[in-house]
């Protein structure tokens, strides 16, 4: 689900988002019918974490419910390595995952963070558009049209239903 405008307003903290759903499920606050294999959430914000802090970014949210932390980290780099393919064809520039985070022309471009509420697995995924100039991080922006943002966002919506459904299809097979 990609947010609106009021969504947006109800999870940051005075217009910038600080991982609130690094601590916390979400899936029942977006939808009245949260499907049982997952939820994404994906929204455009100035981004707090830590020391770190981005004018603008694409945060995405994920929760994976009744999956361990191993099986999230799993997922979490999977689904990275598709939202790389997709970047670097935006961008016109390889993209690729190095343990946890995507790298474009070798500099890091996002921030990953995985963590264990109750018994699902939430991860999120932080790619800067505009990263403050007071704490130059060495991160790589992303300079994208609106219109690329937006097609990347329904992209990362999309790629995680496909995900998690295929997955969940195939621990259904009869493999005998």
């Known amino acids: ?10 999870i940051t903290n005075e217009g910038s988002y600080e991982c609130l759903f690094s601590k916390q499920r979400f899936s029942m606050a977006f939808s009245e019918d949260p499907s049982p294999l997952g939820s994404v959430i994906v929204f455009e ?24 932390i191993f099986g999230g980290v ?4 999977l689904f990275s390595a598709q939202l790389g393919s ?10 690729y995952v ?3 985070c995507l790298f474009v022309e070798d500099k890091q471009t996002s921030i ?14 932080f790619l800067p558009i505009t990263v403050s100039k007071e704490g130059d991080h060495g991160l790589y922006e992303i300079k994208l049209s609106q219109e690329h943002l937006e097609r990347f ?8 239903h496909f995900f998690t459904k295929s997955l969940f299809l195939e621990t259904q097979r009869d493999n005998i």
Do not use: W, Y
């Open 112 to 125: 990953t963070i995985v963590n264990q509420v109750k018994n699902s697995s939430m991860f999120h995924v």
């Open 74 to 77: 799993c997922f979490q780099r």
């Open 86 to 95: 997709m970047l670097g064809d935006l961008l016109d520039k390889p993209c």
């Open 153 to 160: 966002k329904q992209h990362c919506v999309d790629c995680f």
């Open 45 to 68: 914000s100035p981004l707090t974490i830590g020391p770190v802090h981005f004018d603008h970014s694409i945060v995405i949210c994920g929760e994976l419910p009744n999956t361990n």
């Open 98 to 100: 190095k343990e946890n």
């Open 1 to 10: 689900m990609i947010l609106n405008t009021e969504q947006i307003t109800s």
